[in-house]
């Protein structure tokens, strides 16, 4: 089991920057691949960034490429987002994701097997 806790979100105006941290603990080898998503009220679920462990390769939805940048401390166990320009748009729960598996097909939350609580973000205009 993996266990995912993240921590970071809250209230900014647009423009603004938060990051985001989401710790990772018990049976490590389980977040390969690790992912950031987002759902809004109202919204699916939409996968934001992702990253593998090892190749440290990233994947972004266009919408934030640019904008927002992903970046794992395998050595912390602590998975990152740093989020810059911010929208009102961006507003969302915002949850960390993780697989035993490779980042192919990260952006459905169906290939994901561990999730965090969720931090909350909200960007005001």
């Known amino acids: 089991q993996v266990q995912l806790v993240e921590s970071g979100g809250g209230s900014v105006q647009a423009g603004g920057s938060l990051r985001l941290s989401c710790a990772v603990s018990?049976?490590?080898?389980?977040?390969?691949?690790m992912a950031w998503f987002r759902q809004a009220p109202g919204k699916e679920r939409e996968g934001v960034s992702a990253?593998?462990?090892?190749?440290?390769?990233?994947y972004y939805a266009a919408s934030m490429k640019g904008r927002f940048t992903i970046s794992r401390d395998n050595a912390k166990n602590t998975l990152y987002l740093q989020m810059n320009s911010l929208r009102p748009e961006d507003t969302a729960m915002y949850y960390c994701?993780?697989?035993?598996?490779?980042?192919?097909?990260?952006?459905?939350?169906?290939?994901?097997?561990?999730w965090g609580q969720g931090t909350q973000v909200t960007v005001s205009s």
């Open positions: 018990g049976y490590t080898p389980g977040s390969s691949c």
């Open positions: 990253i593998q462990k090892g190749t440290y390769s990233t």
């Open positions: 994701a993780a697989t035993p598996w490779s980042c192919g097909g990260w952006t459905s939350p169906d290939n994901f097997q561990y």
